[in-house]
């Protein structure tokens, strides 16, 4: 059975300081592994998947398989990052982890 | 266009009542889903349809209903619902692909009294 597992409920960083989201995942398989974004009052939104290997609003994620991780980063904390963050593995379905919630304070 | 649409926003209702939840998209995906999302919580699958089709049921109590009329369409009755069934409702579709992003409603914020 698939899992993601994110290990800590809420993060809270200054302005300008580096972030890291921690997410694991257990899949038999080649996974393809998603971040989704819930910012206050809004949609939740797909902010990058591994296989496009690109940055969105400055984060990254990288998968390593050996560690079975999909950590997501940000260099410099921006106070509009704040939001709540769904790291989630795609089999037939979408397998959400419990999510981390951001608190950028200026 | 490139939105999920849900309506309503909110719904309060009580335990006897019937109603329904609408979902609308116009970007020729063929998969739509239902999720339930409780306050702080991840969204949690209901339902999958997939051309039109059900295809996933997550062992969902047959209060509620899943409906698809067509591929822009999907509904969700209600019937007899229970207090701790109050909760955020999300529509999403995609393409049919594993790996093919999800695109999210602004859901229904359901209130059972």
């Known amino acids: 059975a698939q899992r993601v597992t994110q290990p800590e409920k809420l993060l809270s960083v200054f302005k300008g300081a580096p972030v890291e989201l921690k997410c694991n995942y257990s899949y038999s398989g080649s996974p393809e592994l998603f971040w989704y974004v819930q910012y206050s009052r809004q949609r939740l939104q797909l902010l990058l998947r591994h296989i496009s290997r690109e940055s969105i609003k400055g984060f990254t994620a990288d998968l390593n398989k050996g560690e079975t991780s999909f950590h997501l980063k940000k260099p410099f904390a921006q106070e509009e990052d704040s939001a709540m963050y769904y790291c989630a593995l795609m089999d037939s379905t979408l397998t959400f982890g419990k999510g981390t919630m951001l608190l950028v304070s200026p | 266009d490139t939105e999920v649409t849900q309506t309503p926003k909110h719904l309060v209702m009580g335990m006897t009542n019937k109603k329904s939840l609408k979902c609308e998209q116009h970007m020729g995906h063929r998969a739509m889903y239902w999720y339930k999302q409780k306050a702080k919580k991840p969204p949690e699958l209901m339902f999958v349809y997939s051309y039109e089709k059900l295809s996933i049921n997550e062992s969902v109590p047959s209060r509620f209903s899943p409906e698809c009329p067509n591929s822009s369409l999907l509904n969700l009755h209600l019937h007899a619902l229970q207090p701790e069934d109050s909760a955020l409702y999300l529509c999403?579709?995609?393409?049919?692909?594993?790996?093919?992003?999800?695109?999210f409603g602004s859901g229904t914020q359901l209130s059972v009294l």
């Open positions: 999403a579709s995609s393409n049919r692909a594993a790996n093919e992003k999800l695109f």
